[in-house]
């Protein structure tokens, strides 16, 4: 049955990401999968470490997958910040980071357990936090967090698919090398 989070409506994007159309969430991840906007938001200590949350057990993609702080969809329309910050605060119970868009990754991945379908135009946006960051994370979304380093090995079967990506687009940016320059 499908609830919650997966009646929301998504936008759907060309890939040069101009909208074309809005979608379900339930929708837009059933294979073959349509590209569709989302964020990544990576959350960086003053070590240059990365939060990292395990996806919950409850999760219709790629659960108890450990992945970035945090990611969602933008309902169509909205402003990806904005989204993000408000998925922040309700996945993480962190609130108040100033989010900086570092780039776009797209990328498409299926779940073999639920076959279920990701397919994203993905915005990476970065934050910078302080390591003793209190987390209250929402059990219906997050198993776990850690600190991993911030260009720690990020593929095989334990991690999201996407992680690796989005950690290169953020490592790549100057926005995060300058951050990391301020933390050594």
């Given amino acids: 049955m499908t609830v919650g989070r997966e009646l929301?409506?998504?936008e759907l994007v060309s890939p040069s990401g101009d909208a074309v159309g809005s979608s379900t969430v339930a929708q837009a991840h059933t294979a073959p999968g349509s590209l569709h906007r989302a964020f990544s938001v990576l959350l960086f200590d003053e070590?240059?470490?990365?939060?990292?949350?395990?996806?919950?057990?409850?999760?219709?993609?790629?659960?108890?997958?450990?992945?970035?702080?945090c990611c969602g969809h933008p309902a169509p329309g909205e402003a990806v910040i904005t989204a993000a910050s408000r998925r922040l605060t309700?996945?993480?119970?962190?609130?108040?980071?100033?989010?900086?868009?570092?780039?776009?990754y797209t990328y498409k991945a299926r779940d073999t357990t639920t076959g279920q379908v990701e397919h994203e135009y993905?915005?990476?946006?970065?934050?910078?936090?302080s390591s003793d960051l209190t987390v209250t994370a929402d059990?219906?979304?997050?198993?776990?967090t850690r600190w991993?380093?911030?260009k720690a090995v990020t593929s095989g079967g334990e991690y999201a698919p996407?992680?690796?990506?989005?950690?290169?687009v953020a490592w790549t940016s100057t926005v995060l090398l300058d951050i990391s320059r301020q933390c050594g």
Avoid at 47 to 69: D, E, H
Avoid at 122 to 129: F, I, N, R
Avoid at 162 to 168: E, F, K, T
Wanted: glycine residues 12%; without cysteine; proline residues 5%.
């Fill in 8 to 10: 929301e409506l998504v």
């Fill in 47 to 69: 070590q240059g470490r990365t939060l990292l949350q395990q996806r919950a057990g409850v999760k219709t993609r790629f659960p108890l997958r450990w992945a970035n702080a």
């Fill in 90 to 104: 309700e996945e993480l119970g962190v609130a108040g980071v100033h989010l900086i868009e570092v780039g776009i």
């Fill in 122 to 129: 993905d915005h990476v946006l970065v934050g910078k936090v």
């Fill in 139 to 144: 059990p219906s979304e997050v198993a776990a």
């Fill in 148 to 150: 991993a380093p911030g």
């Fill in 162 to 168: 996407w992680l690796s990506g989005v950690l290169d």
